[in-house]
């Protein structure tokens, strides 16, 4: 095998075996390979694309590049979010499926960019701790059926370095490969059940909801390639995940929730990815499985689980009960409607970057982030406002100066007059 054959037969569209994938992805990842070389075949696919069968070996040799876990856990369940702006579905739907009997175990990343991540979420909970070992991660898992950690072993090494070079080389935005991206890191998680959240619009990966439902449909192939039980659904990133974005603002939101206070966008999302994760663990029918996730949020099931994962995570369990125990603001500013406006929509990317600047964001992997920070949503696509209502607050203890913040932050209003609303 060399790899100018294996360059060229991609620049002519013509099919690659495993053996070929699998050698590549080897070559690659232990050097033998070099970038440039690598770089060519990338963009064959990102020109050419990839056969389903190609995408499949691709997603499994980039799986086997690295670990891959085995929990002392009989059956387990995963969701993975392709990436939004507010997106707090994990901290929801975690404790509804341990409260219907099907455990959850995650590992998440931090955030990087206009999107949040997990771990940060957690970490805005005084005391939590998310570098549990292996046998701790186990230990909560057995008894409250969700935990969530960092990752501590590295998991898909061949994804690292292949990310890496597409982000600097304009091969990122090719389907096959992006499927092949997530999809190997999911696998190597190994649980049992996957749903995966694709998400579309102006705060996602994916900006059209046509490219979604084409990225979904190739990576629940994927998933079920590899002897998964998975479920892919496309969902809108047109307007933020609930109302609140920022790390402790988005931890209020998700116990707000589950303590039954909330309905809305958020709770429908999360209510239909909780449904399809129990339907593919066997729970029963999708209506049954949205009633048992209804009920587990209603009777504070839910609610029970997380309370108890952390404080076996070393967190502050009471913020369960008094959302004020979370990280509080310094400072705050309201964005304001100067005359009667009709909200038209919003740009996420925008809100994510706007949440960035107040500092609940990082651009560097290294940036300090400030768990208070976010913004508030106080109103929502279709709302008519009158002069002076609030569109929008923005909370930070690090920025001072909100005027960069809040210029991004109007941008990121699409409304219906043709004058702009005034900062106050
Ligand atoms: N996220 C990933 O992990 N990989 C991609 O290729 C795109 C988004």
């Known amino acids: 095998m060399n790899i100018i054959d294996i360059i060229n037969k991609t620049k002519k569209s013509q099919e690659l075996n495993e053996e070929e994938i699998s050698w590549l992805v080897n070559g690659y990842t232990n050097g033998d390979i070099p970038d440039y070389q690598m770089s060519a075949w990338l963009m064959a696919v990102c020109l050419n694309g990839l056969t389903e069968k190609e995408t499949f070996a691709l997603t499994a040799a980039m799986r086997d590049s690295g670990e891959i876990l085995h929990l002392d856990i009989p059956f387990t369940v995963d969701k993975h979010s392709t990436g939004g702006v507010g997106d707090k579905t994990s901290l929801i739907i975690g404790p509804i499926a341990a409260a219907c009997g099907v455990c959850m175990a995650k590992m998440s990343g931090r955030g990087l960019g206009h ?6 979420k957690l970490e805005s909970i005084e005391g939590y701790r998310t570098d549990l070992s292996l046998s701790e991660f186990e230990a909560i898992l057995k008894k409250t059926g969700f935990s969530i950690i960092s990752q501590s072993v590295e998991f898909c090494p061949a994804d690292k370095k292949m990310y890496a070079l597409r982000n600097a080389t304009g091969t990122v935005d090719s389907i096959p490969l992006i ?51 998975c479920k892919a659904v496309v969902t809108d990133m047109n307007t933020p995940l609930g109302k609140n974005i920022g790390n402790a603002l988005e931890v209020k939101e998700a116990v707000e929730l589950l303590q039954g206070k909330s309905k809305g966008k958020l709770y429908d999302v999360c209510i239909e990815l909780a449904a399809d994760l129990l339907e593919l663990a066997g729970k029963g029918t999708n209506a049954e499985c949205r009633k048992m996730a209804e009920d587990a949020v209603s009777s504070g099931k839910a609610l029970g689980v997380l309370r108890e994962t952390i404080k076996l995570q070393g967190g502050n369990e009471k913020i369960c009960d008094d959302t004020s125990l979370l990280p509080k603001p310094l400072l705050k500013y309201e964005i304001r409607a100067t005359k009667g406006m009709k909200i038209l929509g919003f740009n996420c990317e925008e809100l994510g970057m706007t949440s960035l600047l107040l500092g609940a964001g990082r651009l560097n992997k290294t940036d300090k982030i400030d768990m208070s920070a976010g913004i508030v949503m106080n109103c929502d696509v279709g709302d008519q406002l009158a002069a002076d209502d609030i569109i929008m607050t923005l909370y930070s203890t690090v920025c001072s100066d909100f005027s960069d913040a809040a210029v991004r932050a109007l941008n990121a209003v699409k409304f219906e007059i043709t004058e702009k609303p005034s900062y106050t």
């Open 115 to 120: 999107t949040g991540g997990t771990i940060d």
């Open 179 to 229: 499927c092949a991206s997530i999809m190997s890191k999911k696998l190597a998680m190994n649980a049992d059940c996957l749903v995966l959240d694709v998400k579309y619009g102006t705060g996602a990966f994916m900006k059209t909801k046509e490219d979604a439902e084409k990225l979904a449909v190739l990576m629940e192939k994927a998933g079920k390639s590899a002897g998964k039980k």
